[in-house]
């Protein structure tokens, strides 16, 4: 158990719909990251957020928002859903904003756009 | 540019084989980090081992050690008496050092262990 939690496990729904993924850190991390982990992409970052503030943004679609909140836990907005959507999604939560520091995973949220 | 390559994309080995990952990575900066990740058939991502790039010292812990060698810009992973827990899919990742500087991931190598 990495100590880093998400929700829901599975999420099913259908193609235009909205959905919002959470995540908590470790106790005591100030980073999260948000990965996405599909067949044919493998494993993609979207975005990092450090104490509640974006530090780096990967290949994040303009119909996926995020945001760390001053509890630190972070949620993953995924709007217009298609099917291509459909993935693994990781998060993940470090103790500082350095790219270096090992990086904690939960245990995904499995998302299926039908 | 920075990139992973993982050139085995499946291996299947008989239990109590040893097995070896192989890692190759590009980067120009001097100062980085590479990484291994387990992933096996549950889904979930599990940390292996942190290296940075002045640490060219091998790692052992249990079955499992690692072999870095920046001469070659590899970082192998080999797995001694494999068993078949070990099946999952490992993945190695390098990171630049600094500020906001994101994993580059490896596609990935599948282990099958079998009986």
């Known amino acids: 158990d990495s100590g880093v939690t998400q929700t829901p496990k599975h999420l099913i729904t259908a193609t235009g719909q909205r959905v919002t993924l959470r995540c908590s850190p470790r106790?005591?991390?100030?980073?999260v990251y948000w990965y996405q982990q599909s067949l044919d992409q493998g494993l993609q970052f979207l975005i990092q957020?450090?104490?509640?503030?974006?530090?780096a943004k990967g290949n994040i679609l303009e119909r996926f928002s995020a945001q760390q909140f001053p509890d630190l836990h972070s949620e993953l907005n995924l709007s217009s859903l298609e099917l291509g959507d459909s993935a693994l999604y990781f998060c993940?939560?470090?103790?500082?904003?350095?790219?270096?520091?090992?990086?904690?995973f939960g245990p995904g949220t499995r998302l299926l756009v039908l | 540019a920075q990139k992973v390559t993982q050139a085995q994309t499946e291996i299947s080995v008989v239990e109590k084989e040893d097995v070896t990952l192989d890692c190759v990575y590009e980067?120009?900066?001097?100062?980085?980090?590479l990484f291994w990740y387990k992933q096996p058939p549950s889904g979930e991502l599990v940390f292996l081992i942190r290296?940075?790039?002045?640490d060219e010292q091998n790692e052992i812990s249990g079955r499992y050690s690692w072999n870095f060698q920046k001469s070659t810009s590899s970082f192998n992973f080999t797995i001694t008496a494999s068993q078949v827990v070990d099946s999952a899919v490992y993945f190695c990742?390098?990171?630049?050092?600094?500020?906001?500087?994101?994993?580059?991931w490896g596609l990935g190598t599948s282990l099958a262990v079998n009986p």
């Open positions: 993940a939560s470090s103790a500082g904003p350095q790219g270096g520091e090992t990086q904690y």
């Open positions: 106790s005591g991390d100030l980073s």
């Open positions: 957020y450090y104490n509640g503030e974006e530090r």
């Open positions: 980067t120009r900066d001097t100062t980085y980090y």
């Open positions: 290296r940075n790039s002045f």
């Open positions: 990742a390098l990171v630049n050092a600094g500020n906001n500087r994101k994993l580059i």
